[in-house]
């Protein structure tokens, strides 16, 4: 049944800036007539007898002579005879006096806490002299400390608080001052149930006490549902909400997945008399980014800003973080670029998502551009930080750049945890670098922290890596005897050491011994030994391998597929390559820049620049953002076939979009160069490649070597044969050629 909305005759606010800015609504006799809304009870206290009269008028006259003595001292004389009814007489009396009162009050306090009906008519006498804190100090004690009257319920409470109003204080903020007291101590029935009787008084609370209820309501587990049954209830009996109800019920909205119904919400607005601020625009964003769907979010970003309202921070954020989840690191940092051009700076967790994404996609660069940034801006990065930086080095193959960044880390008096270790001695460990990874292990368990199941299956596939199978085996009975249960993942890279090795007999028996000790095979052992069959030439055991697993119902992923992308294109079969890309894209499986890039390589060994063209421009059409690699292998097939007009272009978006070219790309350009003879470009890239640090093939030595000899330059003849020679000693120590 629908309440009848009440329409306020009679609204009080308070002159004191102090309080909300709203009011509380009361409402005519002739309205509580028509409607039945019930009057204030008159205050009947009960009658004190002669001698009791004369007691309360004595200490009255007392306490207003000595005002200024101590009150336990003038009234030292009263306490054995002082009663509880003996305070609200006195109160009475002095009524007038709030300091008196206040005074009284705490004296009695000392005692025994006063009664229910004493406490409520000094909350009453408190607000009318505007000292909301004393009101509400009294409110939230009254929860906590012992009371003459026993246990007292929320209910008891709110009828003597209307009993004593009419006599005592009649200013109806005191039930907005109980209302926001419940709402704050987390009664959150009692303080719906005190909205619905006052409103049989014909009081509507203030909007700011129903926004407080409304936001206090959202965060309770069942919150978001009830906000909204509330918001709905709530405007049925007169309560006129403003933009920041409409933004506490968006945010419900967004909270319960609804996010399209948020949007119509904030349309709607306009309509009610309530204008979005940038907070309603942001939340519905930052709704739909949560979703994934971020072309809606950015649809509200453009509505948002037709309406003359900017975008803030946390907008800016959850458009980054949506972007970067879904790999679109370079839009994410164009979107940092618009953030800082609005005057908007972005914090470390921002720096933090960038720097992650950057990673995922093995653009490290560009990672550690973010991390210089965060520097120039005296920004401190924090334990997330430079873990996710840690991570993208260690994921890349670059574990000396990540043991530098942990020095760092540990000497600005950061403190590793265990994820940071573990993510470390997983680079080593995939770096080969076996002793320097239980070197961590080690250092690990010196400095408090306990190796988990993670950090033993790190240094399980590190062992595996570099063939020592059966000291990996050692290793899984050190962690069983700790109590520590193997997971999937230590199964794997047991079996992933035994592919590599190239036993893939003995990993077919781990991967019956996996089911018999019921531990599922799960996508990445199947994609393992999909992948050591790929390499061995056997392409008829992989695709049973895929068949086997589709059977399972285990869902191939975009590895899965690359492996055996991979292993059609290193058998030479292209054409079966290709219709597998055809079937994956027919099937909605998204592909990635690995899968395009066995297609690519494959092409430029055969020379087919055209074909290999094609499948780059395919990978764009599809959305797919090549990689470092996808540009290194294009370059070098086109400057192979002597196209270094493409390769030059290529050369340039690469670098722009932060990538690193190899040390066989730069030697291929080079080379590309000076046969077409533009020396000028070939020199470019010759000294750049000095610079980095790079050794050039002896053969682009001995070029630059005779070409400064033929100019004069004689001295850097001399260098460059220097170097020459030191590169061909490296190699012949390396078992290059000779």
Not at 261 to 266: D, P, R, S, V
Not at 306 to 315: I, R, V, W
Not at 499 to 524: F, H, W
Not at 615 to 625: D, P
Request: aromatic share 10%; hydrophobic share 35%.
């Amino acid at each position: 049944m629908k309440r009848r909305p009440i329409i306020p005759s009679t609204c009080y606010k308070h002159p004191s800036s102090s309080r909300p800015h709203l009011f509380v609504c009361l409402f005519s006799s002739s309205f509580f007539d028509s409607s039945g809304v019930r009057p204030f009870p008159d205050y009947s206290p009960k009658k004190p007898s002669i001698k009791d009269s004369e007691f309360v008028h004595h200490i009255s006259t007392v306490i207003k002579q000595r005002r200024c003595e101590p009150f336990r001292q003038i009234l030292k004389p009263f306490e054995s005879k002082f009663r509880p009814d003996h305070l609200l007489w006195v109160l009475m009396d002095i009524k007038t006096d709030y300091r008196l009162i206040v005074n009284l009050f705490d004296w009695s306090c000392i005692r025994r806490y006063p009664s229910l009906e004493a406490c409520c008519i000094l909350i009453q006498i408190a607000v009318g002299a505007n000292d909301l804190e004393m009101a509400q100090k009294l409110l939230h004690e009254f929860w906590t400390k012992p009371s003459i009257d026993g246990n007292i319920s929320v209910s008891q409470f709110l009828e003597k608080l209307i009993y004593t109003y009419k006599d005592w204080g009649s200013d109806p903020y005191i039930f907005d001052i109980f209302f926001q007291s419940l709402i704050e101590d987390g009664h959150l029935d009692d303080a719906r149930k005190a909205f619905d009787k006052m409103l049989n008084y014909g009081v509507v609370l203030s909007l700011d006490s129903c926004n407080m209820f409304l936001s206090r309501l959202s965060k309770e587990p069942d919150g978001p549902k009830m906000s909204l049954k509330v918001f709905c209830e709530f405007s049925e009996v007169g309560i006129q909400w403003n933009t920041v109800s409409y933004n506490i019920v968006i945010h419900s909205l967004c909270q319960l997945g609804k996010t399209k119904e948020a949007h119509k919400l904030l349309l709607q607005m306009d309509l009610r008399g309530c204008i979005p601020d940038s907070v309603s625009y942001s939340t519905v964003i930052n709704g739909y980014c949560n979703q994934g769907e971020l072309n809606s979010g950015l649809n509200v970003v453009e509505n948002m800003q037709q309406k003359g309202l900017k975008p803030n921070a946390f907008t800016f954020n959850s458009i980054i973080l949506l972007l970067c989840k879904s790999g679109k690191v370079l839009d994410a940092e164009k979107v940092l670029r618009e953030m800082i051009s609005q005057g908007i700076f972005p914090d470390n967790a921002v720096y933090t998502t960038l720097i992650d994404g950057f990673s995922k996609i093995g653009n490290t660069a560009s990672a550690s551009r973010m991390y210089d940034e965060i520097q120039s801006r005296n920004i401190i990065p924090d334990l997330i930080t430079y873990t996710a930086l840690i991570c993208g080095f260690c994921q890349n193959g670059k574990v000396a750049e990540a043991d530098h960044l942990f020095c760092e880390m540990l000497n600005i008096g950061l403190k590793a945890d265990e994820f940071t270790y573990t993510t470390l001695i997983d680079g080593y460990c995939k770096a080969g670098e076996i002793e320097k990874a239980f070197s961590l292990h080690n250092e690990m368990i010196q400095v408090g922290l306990i190796p988990n199941v993670v950090t033993y299956t790190a240094l399980v596939d590190g062992l595996c890596k570099q063939g020592e199978v059966d000291t990996a085996n050692e290793l899984l009975h050190e962690m069983c005897e700790k109590g520590l249960v193997l997971n999937i993942y230590t199964w794997n890279a047991l079996l992933n050491g035994l592919c590599k090795s190239g036993n893939i007999e003995q990993a077919v028996k781990l991967m019956k011994d996996m089911e018999v000790a019921k531990i599922g095979p799960d996508v990445y052992t199947y994609t393992t030994l999909m992948d050591a069959y790929c390499k061995n030439g056997e392409m008829v055991m992989a695709h049973q391998l895929l068949h086997e697993m589709l059977q399972k119902r285990i869902k191939p992923t975009v590895v899965t597929f690359n492996v055996l992308m991979n292993g059609f294109c290193t058998s030479g079969m292209l054409e079966d390559g290709q219709k597998l890309l055809n079937w994956m894209l027919e099937k909605g499986i998204t592909p990635n820049s690995t899968t395009y890039n066995s297609l690519i390589k494959q092409y430029c060994v055969r020379n087919d620049m055209h074909s290999a063209t094609e499948v780059y421009r395919g990978m764009y059409n599809q959305g797919v953002t090549p990689d470092e690699n996808t540009y290194n292998i294009l370059i070098r097939g086109h400057c192979k076939m002597r196209n270094m007009k493409e390769a030059w272009f290529l050369h340039k978006e690469m670098v722009d979009k932060g990538f690193i070219l190899t040390v066989e790309t730069y030697n291929a350009l080079i080379k590309g160069f000076i046969k077409r003879k533009k020396y000028m470009e070939a020199r470019e890239l010759f000294e750049e490649m000095r610079k980095k640090e790079l050794s050039p093939d002896t053969d682009i030595y001995c070029t630059f070597a005779e070409m400064n000899y033929e100019e004069g330059n004689v001295d850097l003849t001399l260098v460059l044969c220097d170097e020459a020679v030191e590169k061909s000693v490296s190699d012949n120590s390396k078992g290059g050629r000779t």
